[in-house]
């Protein structure tokens, strides 16, 4: 902590920015800095964030293996531009390329003959609410699976998670890259990222599971209730959250890996280990700056 005298000019108060601070973001006497009171009674000084302007993405390819094309497509809608194009000189089978995880559900995706084209019009500002949405969906998708079953069901909410994920990754580089105003910080979308992260990974092994797993399902939904109560403030987490979570990971049975149906749990328990370990990293970096 460094500390500043105050310095005064009749009835104004004043006092230095640090000159390393402004060198870094670019403060001169022209610059603004935006001042946000905090209810503990301290100022936070930020520089003025300016919005870069998005570009057009256009990109020319001979690649017509669907998974390949399938990840250009997802890196060009998950980053900030105005709007995208891909060319390709020969004609793909588009029915596989739509096949592919989350592409079907890309807002403004065109695919037509040898083109694909987006205008990226989907803009979101608050990734902590999209992360909020994703755990609240998985929480029931496992209550459905543990119930009636609905394929259905399921699936479209397996859809959903993904694309929450896939929104969160546009908003967090959108942030980082563009600019955009969030009232979250840097660190806030790393941790955000990293658990969306291993949801989605996690909801890729949980749909693969049957109606006989209620007894793994009933476990793991107790570390999601957990988790859930986490996200909707994370600014409150402390370490209790952060190790009764640690806690109920912690308590799932590890299963006897002897098959397919064994094995998914058994990774699903590990992403759930991954996110207690960003969580009391999340944890101990709210504690450092209160």
């Known amino acids: 902590m460094e500390i500043r005298n105050i310095q005064r000019t009749g009835d ?11 060198r870094q973001h670019n403060i001169g006497s022209k610059s603004k800095v935006s001042i946000e009171h905090s209810s503990d009674g301290s100022l936070i000084i930020s520089p003025q964030i300016i919005e870069k302007k998005p570009k057009h993405l256009k990109f020319n390819i001979e690649e017509t293996q669907p998974e390949i ?15 995208f194009e891909i060319n390709m000189g020969k004609e793909v089978d588009f029915t596989n390329l739509l096949n592919q995880k989350r592409l079907i559900s890309l ?4 695919i037509d003959k040898k083109q694909i084209t987006s205008s990226c019009t989907v803009t979101v500002s608050d990734p902590g609410s999209l992360l909020k ?19 259905g069901l399921i699936e479209k909410y397996e859809d959903e998670i993904d694309r929450s994920k896939m929104l969160i990754d546009k908003s967090v580089i959108g942030s980082l890259t563009m ?34 797993s209620k007894k793994f399902l009933d476990e793991i939904t107790v570390s999601i209730e957990i988790l859930q109560n986490i996200v909707n403030d994370t600014s409150k987490l402390d370490q209790k959250q952060a190790m009764d979570f640690a ?5 799932i049975k590890k299963p006897d890996v002897k098959g397919l149906k064994s094995y998914d749990m058994a990774r699903m328990r590990q992403n759930l280990g991954k996110i207690s370990e960003v969580v009391m990293d999340w944890m101990v970096t709210l504690k450092l700056e209160h």
């Not at 104004?12 to 402004?22: E, R």
């Not at 807002?107 to 065109?110: G, H, K, L």
């Not at 806690?247 to 308590?251: E, G, Q, R």
């Open 69 to 83: 094309v399938h990840k250009l497509v997802v890196a060009s809608y998950i980053n900030p531009a105005a709007s």
């Open 12 to 22: 104004m108060h004043y006092l230095y920015l640090p000159t390393a601070w402004c």
């Open 107 to 110: 807002e403004s995706v065109e």
């Open 179 to 212: 600019g955009k105003t969030t009232k979250l910080k840097n660190i806030d979308l790393y941790y955000i990222s990293l658990i969306s992260k291993e949801l989605e990974r996690m909801v890729d092994r949980l749909i693969c599971l049957d109606a006989g």
């Open 133 to 151: 949405t994703m755990v609240k969906k998985i929480k029931n998708m496992i209550i459905v699976m543990g119930r009636n079953y609905d394929k």
């Open 247 to 251: 806690k109920s990971v912690s308590s």
